[in-house]
Each structure stands twice: as structure tokens, then as C-alpha cells.
């Protein structure tokens, strides 16, 4: 009996550590992930989309700025928003209304760019992901 005992202790032991061990394994792997997807910045992924791609229009001057006031060319003018409301709601980019012009969940006439080819996905995300994440002056 005491045998067995022993045995069957073994084996718990064994067990638990091998828990233990897959449960660290896992929490590593999730920390990993976290590391790997790094904050999007305003300054070094965002800005660069904007010049690219809609301050032509949407600064003083242009037919985007004339039409609505939105003015892309700082963080200060995002934030501000259009003669309309704001276009960023820090934290949730589902109620963004530029995600919604960005995503053509719009009428035809107002998705941006206005008359041109729809926003990459990869550039569509790093907007999102930027508002997601707080949408921070960084």
C-alpha cells in the first residue's frame, strides 16, 4: 500500500508540474504577443498616411478643409474634428466617423478619399489601431 501511495504521489507531482510548466509556457507565449505588436504612433504611422493621402485636401485651402472643416495636417486639427463633430472617439474606432468615411461605411458621395482609390487595409488599420489604442498624441 505504501508503494502504491508513493506511486500515485509520483504521478501528481508529475502532473501539477506539467501544468505549471504549460501554463508558464502559455503565459510566455501571450507576453511574446503582446511585445510583438507594437503602440501605433501618430507621428511615425498615422501622419505619413495623412500627407500621403488626404492633406491636399483637408487643410486650410483645400476643397476637403472648404467643405468641412477637417483639417489632417496636425494632431491638435484631427482632434478638433469637422465643423460637423468630432471625427475621433479615442478607444473605440467602430465610432470613429473617419474610420466609417475611411471604410466606405458611407454614402457613395462622402467616402475618402474623396473620388480616389479606397485607403489600403494595412493603412486602414494603423488608423484604426491608433484610435483603438487611445488614439495619444505620440
Not at 507576453?31 to 500627407?51: A, H, L, M, N, W
Not at 485636401?57 to 472643416?69: E, I, K
Not at 484631427?78 to 454614402?107: E, H, I, N, Q, Y
Request: with cysteine; proline share 4%.
Amino acid at each position: 500500500m505504501t508503494r502504491w501511495l508513493r506511486g500515485l504521489t509520483a504521478v501528481v507531482a508529475v502532473l501539477a508540474a506539467a501544468t505549471l510548466s504549460f501554463d508558464a509556457d502559455a503565459q510566455g507565449t501571450k507576453s511574446k504577443q503582446k511585445q510583438r505588436t507594437p503602440t501605433v504612433s501618430f507621428k511615425e504611422d498615422v501622419v505619413p498616411i495623412f500627407k500621403g493621402r488626404c492633406v491636399d485636401c483637408h487643410q486650410p485651402g483645400g476643397a476637403g478643409f472648404d467643405a468641412s472643416g477637417l483639417d489632417l495636417r496636425t494632431y491638435a486639427s484631427v482632434m478638433k474634428g469637422t465643423k460637423f463633430g468630432p471625427m475621433v472617439v479615442a478607444g473605440d474606432a467602430d465610432a470613429s466617423s473617419l474610420m466609417a468615411l475611411l471604410d466606405w461605411r458611407v454614402k457613395p458621395e462622402i467616402r475618402m478619399p474623396h473620388g480616389m482609390k479606397k485607403l489600403s487595409t494595412c493603412d486602414r488599420d494603423a488608423i484604426r489601431r491608433w484610435i483603438q489604442e487611445g488614439a495619444l498624441d505620440n
